[in-house]
């Protein structure tokens, strides 16, 4: 049988505001313990939350970028449980009216456009954190997070693979950190996935039942973890075994999912509105703010690479696949004049993209600016410099060895367009190489190559390729 | 409607509440007689009505993103059963 | 001395005819030698007491002189007061010492008021006797035999036996004006919003309101001057303009509408306080006031409706005792589930227990809608039916409770009759309208009975003005217990 996997992803975001979303505390990351948590964070008798409008227009601008409907009148609930880094006894959340509902998100698998809906976004308070390190027997709690605001975003059931998820995952990354309302550190927790996983006999249209993997905090765990489920699933099914709606966990160690709790023991939460929270009530002139100082989205951004530079959709979704980048290529761009756009495209996912790889650094941090850059593209739109020479330079300009033209200046590097200069060392070329002149000659295309190869040799790689090519055939035409 | 001994145990395990058989038991009682009270209510036609959950008609007030709270760690740990290192200890928590 | 009103005390003050010090001194005197018998005060402090007299005294040496400056005041122990004691009435916060103040006790310290000590009350307010409390029952300073209501009953009685000249208390469903009917005393629940919850000890947030108990509406009002204003830390305060409360206080009752619903005079009613708020009917036409009758006939549903919404949100607002981060922890534990559970289970009274499990209840899967909306949507009705009785008069008038102070243990075991004795303050609560008792005379047995008037949102002022009317011509709030003279 031919199976389906059915993904759908519940991200928490962390909102990038400087206090907690109910109280005055900072959100700083990597205090003391309990040293950002104040008397409403450790909820003790008689305290109350009041919301941080810092938080609330960050969902604002997401349901705006995901072209959401954004809803003017939002409600807080209270979701009780127990837990000790739930210092309440309940997580202040948004059940019934969350403040973003019904948006989209694109993606791209293998060329492929794929829209991902996206059920609700809402804003809730983040726990604090559980330490098991050894004290005595005992779990020690700390609530400096406790608070922290976070957005969850709810997709729909639309992923069809690990691959699909693991694209809306980035996407959603890229995008929530694009407008600035997440700083996407995943090491810290910033942006954490849920992934809800079934699967079904391909054309059957009900879904299976699913289980939720908690809290995956990196791309490749995601990936890892959904593949492991759905293998585990299909097994199960396929041995005659049921699938059990459940929550279960993702070990990095071993790569296998393991059951946390089934649905018996799911919690009742006893949802109901917080009578400490009135409605939120949005003014429409604030949205309309929010919506106008928007920066341009990812998707907008490639759409108009594609159109106006003539960008693939490869590489145009490269580009804006993160903020930092598509400035660099933008600011570059706009240096080197837009002629030189598809260029500067294929020396940022060329050569930049290769080296900061190599050296693991994010653009902000390369020794390359898109003023060099653009200098760069400049000596090579002008003949100053080849291809390959241009490498060199680009080499020299990593290094912090100067400016471009200082660099081909003391490297050499400049390009040899002198015809006269060029027809000498043909001629001294075609002189030494009287086998290949034949050879050419009897109608062996390739020792044309093996000719210009020469000549470039010799000219230690500084003659015009396309000069050479001219006078070669010229003379061994003649 | 009426609560049995288990809905009394379930709602005491959920409330984190622990009882005894004989307070399950008169629990149960108590609680039934209060709920006959509370039956009541099921005799109104409410169609239509919105739930009150605020004594006012107000809109919730946002309050700006400014840090203003500071370190008072040892002010409200002087007051907690156990402590240490700055951490609230309880018993393992296994997950 | 001791039974003179607030501005009395303040023009002593001011004419430094006595000290903050030496005015406390005598408060704390006379409840070294009655607290024992009335229990009204769980907190007593001598020292900080007197040091907060002391500073009011350096005030005003230095110039200052607010109109309550130096004046004593107890505090129900549902206030957190930085440094004190805070217990709540429960074991779970019996050695709970408050690192933070209330915003009401704030405002009181800025005024200059100073703390008496923390006064007993039922169990987190639940409770219509005074008899839910870890720290002991409270008894009737007219009669000890008797209860003096709930759950503000510390602060009733103290200002009842003249332990303190004014008192702080809250009310939810009754809590501050049933507690003065039973004691003979002013009291005032201010529409919900007017006063700061903040640091208030919560029970049902939608309902909580603190306000001013103290002999007369006159001292009411200049309490309200000092406790009401607007709070950023609480989303549901209200941000109106500051009022002066006694501005109206002089105005004359000609003209005044008074609704008198039917259903407060129905059945359940005894006719002892049938009896009394028919004289003070009376007393109001004398004054120049209209009687009007007014219905509201979803009143009889508040009770039900309140036993539903006020438990849920209490069972939430009551999950943060957990012994992990302050209040009372069990000795001995197996795990976390144990240390939870036989945490609650010792640090909770019965009363708050069985409150909790009623609100865990109809808050859980299956129940939502048939308990919690439903109650939710009656709460509306009831709200509805004020605001239709409010376009025929101005203030509704009616009995505090159905009957005088009721013996100790009467109805201890019986819930359901206990939370009837709260049916003419509840619906007030829930519609989040200003109400008040005032004394008006005296059943067959000496014990105290109080006339509620209710206002429309924001008439305060209004309902000052009503009582204090009424007050000027009857002498029941000036009246102390023989045998605490």
């Known amino acids: 049988m031919k199976w389906e996997t059915v993904i759908g992803l519940e991200v928490h975001t962390q909102l990038t505001t400087h206090s907690k979303v109910f109280s005055g505390s900072s959100t700083a990351f990597g205090a003391e313990p309990n040293t950002q948590a104040s008397a409403v964070d450790i909820a003790l008798p008689g305290v109350l939350p009041v919301l941080n409008k810092g938080a609330v227009e960050r969902a604002i601008k997401f349901g705006l970028a995901v072209g959401a409907t954004i809803n003017r009148v939002n409600i807080f609930d209270r979701k009780n449980y127990f837990y000790p880094d739930l210092p309440k006894g309940y997580q202040i959340s948004q059940l019934a009216k969350p403040i973003v509902e019904f948006g989209s998100l694109k993606i791209n698998v293998d060329g492929e456009e794929k829209t991902i809906r996206i059920t609700r976004a809402h804003m809730e308070e983040d726990a604090g954190k559980s330490l098991h390190e050894d004290f005595h027997g005992m779990t020690g709690i700390d609530l400096n997070r406790a608070g922290t605001p976070l957005l969850e975003i709810v997709s729909e059931p639309d992923m069809r693979s690990s691959?699909?998820?693991?694209?809306?995952?980035?996407?959603?990354?890229?995008?929530?950190?694009?407008?600035?309302?997440?700083?996407?550190?995943?090491?810290?927790?910033?942006?954490?996935?849920?992934?809800?996983?079934?699967?079904?006999?391909?054309?059957?249209?009900?879904?299976?039942?699913?289980?939720?993997?908690?809290?995956?905090?990196?791309?490749?765990?995601?990936?890892?973890?959904?593949?492991?489920?759905?293998?585990?699933?299909?097994e199960t099914l396929e041995d005659g075994g049921r699938v059990q709606q459940a929550t279960v966990l993702f070990d990095p160690e071993t790569g296998e999912t393991r059951m946390m709790r089934s649905k018996e023991d799911a919690h009742d939460y006893r949802y109901f509105p917080d009578p400490d929270l009135?409605?939120?009530?949005?003014?429409?002139?604030?949205?309309?703010?929010?919506?106008?100082?928007?920066?341009?989205?990812?998707?907008?951004?490639?759409?108009?690479?594609?159109?106006?530079?003539?960008?693939?959709?490869?590489?145009?979704?490269?580009?804006?696949?993160?903020?930092?980048?598509?400035?660099?290529?933008?600011?570059?761009?706009?240096?080197?004049?837009?002629?030189?756009?598809?260029?500067?495209?294929?020396?940022?996912?060329?050569?930049?993209?290769?080296?900061?790889?190599?050296?693991?650094?994010?653009?902000?941090?390369?020794?390359?600016?898109?003023?060099?850059?653009?200098?760069?593209?400049?000596?090579?739109?002008?003949?100053?410099l080849s291809g390959k020479l241009a490498k060199q330079a680009f080499e020299g300009l990593w290094a912090g060895e100067g400016g471009v033209d200082a660099i081909i200046e003391a490297r050499g590097l400049k390009q040899m367009s002198d015809s006269g200069a060029i027809e000498k060392i043909v001629d001294e070329v075609l002189a030494a190489n009287q086998k290949s002149v034949e050879e050419f000659r009897a109608g062996k295309e390739k020792a044309f190559n093996a000719l210009v190869g020469q000549v470039m040799k010799a000219s230690k790689g500084k003659a015009n390729p396309a000069q050479v090519n001219e006078i070669l055939k010229k003379k061994l035409g003649g | 409607m009426a609560l049995t001994h288990q809905d009394v145990l379930h709602i005491a395990r959920l409330a984190r509440l622990r009882v005894s058989a004989e307070e399950a038991e008169t629990a149960q009682t108590q609680l039934n007689s209060i709920f006959g009270l509370i039956e009541q209510m099921q005799a109104i036609n409410t169609q239509d009505i919105e739930p009150m959950s605020h004594a006012l008609d107000v809109a919730q007030r946002l309050r700006e993103d400014k840090v203003t709270e500071s370190d008072q760690r040892n002010k409200f740990q002087t007051i907690a059963p156990a402590v240490e290192n700055g951490l609230y200890l309880v018993p393992k928590v296994i997950e | 001395?001791?039974?003179?009103?607030?501005?009395?005390?303040?023009?002593?003050?001011?004419?430094?005819?006595?000290?903050?010090?030496?005015?406390?001194?005598?408060?704390?005197?006379?409840?070294?030698?009655?607290?024992?018998?009335?229990?009204?005060?769980?907190?007593?402090?001598?020292?900080?007491?007197?040091?907060?007299?002391?500073?009011?005294?350096?005030?005003?040496?230095?110039?200052?002189?607010?109109?309550?400056?130096?004046?004593?005041?107890?505090?129900?122990?549902?206030?957190?007061?930085?440094?004190?004691?805070?217990?709540?009435?429960?074991?779970?916060?019996?050695?709970?010492?408050?690192?933070?103040?209330?915003?009401?006790?704030?405002?009181?310290?800025?005024?200059?008021?100073?703390?008496?000590?923390?006064?007993?009350?039922?169990?987190?307010?639940?409770?219509?006797?005074?008899?839910?409390?870890?720290?002991?029952?409270?008894?009737?300073?007219?009669?000890?035999?008797?209860?003096?209501?709930?759950?503000?009953?510390?602060?009733?009685?103290?200002?009842?036996?003249?332990?303190?000249?004014?008192?702080?208390?809250?009310?939810?469903?009754?809590?501050?004006?049933?507690?003065?009917?039973?004691?003979?005393?002013?009291?005032?629940?201010?529409?919900?919003?007017?006063?700061?919850?903040?640091?208030?000890?919560?029970?049902?947030?939608?309902?909580?309101?603190?306000?001013?108990?103290?002999?007369?509406?006159?001292?009411?009002?200049?309490?309200?001057?000092?406790?009401?204003?607007?709070?950023?830390?609480?989303?549901?305060?209200?941000?109106?303009?500051?009022?002066?409360?006694?501005?109206?206080?002089?105005?004359?009752?000609?003209?005044?509408?008074?609704?008198?619903?039917?259903?407060?005079?129905?059945?359940?009613?005894?006719?002892?306080?049938?009896?009394?708020?028919?004289?003070?009917?009376?007393?109001?036409?004398?004054?120049?006031?209209?009687?009007?009758?007014?219905?509201?006939?979803n009143m009889g549903l508040s009770v039900p409706v309140y036993y539903v919404l006020a438990p849920a949100e209490a069972s939430s607002n009551l999950s943060r005792f957990d012994g992990v981060r302050y209040g009372h922890r069990t000795a001995e534990y197996r795990d976390l589930l144990d240390m939870y559970e036989k945490t609650r289970a010792e640090g909770f009274g019965a009363e708050v227990k069985r409150r909790i499990m009623i609100g865990t209840y109809v808050l859980s899967h299956g129940y939502y809608d048939a308990y919690y909306l439903q109650a939710q949507k009656i709460r509306r009705l009831i709200a509805a039916d004020f605001a239709a009785a409010f376009k025929q008069c101005d203030v509704i008038l009616g009995p505090t409770s159905p009957t005088p102070a009721f013996n100790a243990g009467e109805k201890a075991s019986d819930p359901v009759a206990m939370y009837l004795s709260d049916i003419y303050t509840i619906a007030v609560n829930l519609a989040g309208l200003p109400g008040m008792s005032i004394p008006c005379g005296f059943s067959n047995d000496g014990r105290p009975i109080g006339v509620q008037l209710i206002g429309d949102l924001f008439s305060e002022a209004r309902l000052l003005n009503a009582a204090h009317q009424y007050q000027l011509n009857t002498d029941w709030h000036t009246r102390i217990p023989e045998g605490l003279k």
């Open chain 3, 1 to 297: 001395m001791i039974n003179s009103s607030l501005k009395a005390l303040s023009a002593m003050l001011a004419d430094k005819k006595i000290s903050a010090v030496e005015l406390a001194a005598q408060y704390l005197d006379r409840i070294d030698a009655l607290n024992p018998r009335l229990n009204a005060f769980i907190t007593v402090d001598r020292e900080k007491t007197l040091a907060e007299a002391r500073t009011a005294d350096t005030r005003r040496a230095a110039g200052e002189d607010s109109n309550m400056l130096g004046i004593p005041i107890a505090h129900k122990d549902i206030f957190c007061t930085d440094g004190w004691l805070t217990t709540c009435g429960s074991k779970m916060l019996g050695n709970f010492v408050a690192p933070y103040d209330a915003t009401v006790i704030s405002k009181f310290k800025q005024a200059g008021m100073v703390s008496l000590g923390k006064t007993n009350m039922d169990e987190f307010a639940m409770g219509s006797s005074n008899e839910t409390s870890y720290f002991g029952a409270v008894k009737n300073p007219w009669d000890e035999k008797a209860v003096p209501g709930g759950s503000s009953g510390g602060s009733a009685a103290a200002v009842a036996a003249r332990l303190a000249p004014a008192a702080t208390g809250t009310d939810t469903g009754g809590s501050i004006r049933q507690p003065a009917a039973l004691c003979g005393i002013s009291g005032l629940k201010p529409t919900y919003g007017i006063c700061s919850r903040y640091g208030m000890i919560a029970f049902a947030s939608s309902l909580d309101q603190a306000g001013p108990m103290a002999p007369s509406s006159e001292d009411c009002a200049l309490l309200m001057n000092v406790m009401a204003g607007f709070d950023a830390r609480d989303s549901t305060s209200l941000e109106r303009e500051k009022e002066d409360y006694t501005r109206d206080l002089e105005k004359p009752l000609a003209g005044l509408k008074i609704g008198l619903p039917k259903e407060f005079f129905a059945e359940g009613l005894s006719a002892e306080v049938a009896q009394k708020i028919d004289g003070a009917i009376a007393e109001c036409k004398k004054l120049g006031a209209q009687m009007v009758e007014v219905s509201l006939p």
């Open chain 1, 278 to 384: 009135l409605p939120v009530k949005l003014d429409e002139s604030w949205i309309e703010s929010i919506r106008a100082a928007m920066p341009e989205l990812p998707q907008a951004m490639r759409e108009r690479f594609q159109r106006e530079y003539g960008l693939s959709v490869y590489d145009a979704t490269s580009l804006t696949s993160q903020l930092d980048a598509a400035r660099f290529f933008t600011d570059t761009v706009s240096l080197a004049g837009e002629a030189q756009a598809k260029l500067v495209a294929n020396w940022m996912l060329g050569e930049v993209s290769a080296n900061l790889n190599r050296e693991e650094k994010n653009i902000v941090d390369a020794p390359i600016t898109p003023g060099l850059l653009a200098d760069l593209i400049k000596r090579i739109a002008d003949g100053t």
């Open chain 1, 163 to 234: 691959a699909e998820a693991v694209a809306y995952a980035r996407a959603l990354h890229n995008l929530v950190t694009w407008i600035g309302i997440c700083d996407g550190n995943m090491q810290e927790g910033s942006f954490r996935v849920d992934a809800n996983v079934s699967v079904r006999p391909v054309g059957q249209a009900e879904f299976g039942t699913r289980r939720e993997i908690k809290n995956l905090n990196s791309f490749r765990f995601l990936q890892q973890a959904i593949d492991y489920e759905a293998r585990w699933q299909i």
